[in-house]
């Protein structure tokens, strides 16, 4: 069965704090991607990554970074958090097929990130 | 109105029912892809549907594509309670760019 796994389910950090948000898959895709969701304005991309080290700015990149030192490993960085970084947060990794988005994407169960 | 925006945002049907939801969407696609979500939960891929295609079919969804008027819809035929959930299209291009909407959510009444 393919997984995509997230550290956390749910997250409470401070205001200026570094956050982590960890998601490993176990399929050996080359694409992995960072999404946040809120409501009245679907899923919007942070970063993705078509291969080890290399990482691409998605729609709503700032604030945020990302590190991939391994294939099976996306990291999202909030170098520090503010209270509008207040979502949930969905990684999902697919496999690459002369694109990033030509093939289904599998999504991890996603982290709920609270900032106070 | 965004790309890949779901229409209705609610639907609410009895068991048994079918449910249609529809996609519209601006700009030229490599694909679409429809995905589940169940409340609080990741989303899960359903269906992909090429440019090229007009149609398809897996189990009681039926999911078609109208590249002339930038528009899909879901048909989910025969609804069960189980199938309760937010269910969102993701339209891709050929630059490699995706967008979701912002989903319909749909209730099915027992």
């Known amino acids: 069965d393919v997984k995509v796994t997230q550290s956390s389910r749910y997250l409470v950090k401070r205001t200026g704090e570094k956050v982590f948000l960890e998601c490993v898959q176990d399929?050996?895709?080359?694409?992995m991607f960072w999404y946040r969701q809120d409501p009245g304005l679907g899923l919007r991309l942070i970063y993705f990554?078509?291969?080890?080290?290399?990482?691409e700015k998605g729609d709503i990149p700032e604030g945020y970074s990302v590190s991939r030192e391994k294939k099976e490993r996306f990291s999202l960085i909030l170098e520090s958090a503010s209270t509008n970084q207040t979502s949930m947060y969905l990684c999902?990794?697919?496999?690459?097929?002369?694109?990033?988005?030509?093939?289904?994407?599998?999504f991890g169960q996603g982290t709920r990130l609270t900032v106070v | 109105s965004q790309q890949g925006e779901e229409d209705p945002q609610a639907l609410s049907i009895q068991e048994g029912e079918n449910a249609t939801m529809n996609c519209s969407y601006k700009?030229?696609?490599?694909?679409l892809q429809w995905y589940r979500q169940n409340s609080g939960r990741g989303l899960v891929h359903l269906i992909l549907?090429?440019?090229?295609?007009r149609e398809k079919h897996s189990g009681r969804l039926r999911v078609t594509l109208d590249t002339s008027k930038k528009s899909s819809s879901l048909l989910i035929t025969a609804s069960r309670a189980a199938d309760t959930a937010s269910y969102f299209c993701?339209?891709?291009?050929?630059?490699?760019?995706?967008?979701f909407g912002d989903g319909t959510t749909l209730t099915v009444k027992p």
């Open positions: 990554s078509y291969d080890v080290k290399m990482k």
């Open positions: 993701a339209t891709h291009t050929n630059a490699g760019k995706s967008t």
């Open positions: 549907i090429r440019s090229n295609e």
């Open positions: 399929m050996d895709h080359e694409n």
């Open positions: 999902a990794s697919s496999l690459y097929s002369g694109g990033t988005t030509n093939t289904e994407a599998f």
């Open positions: 700009t030229s696609i490599n694909n």
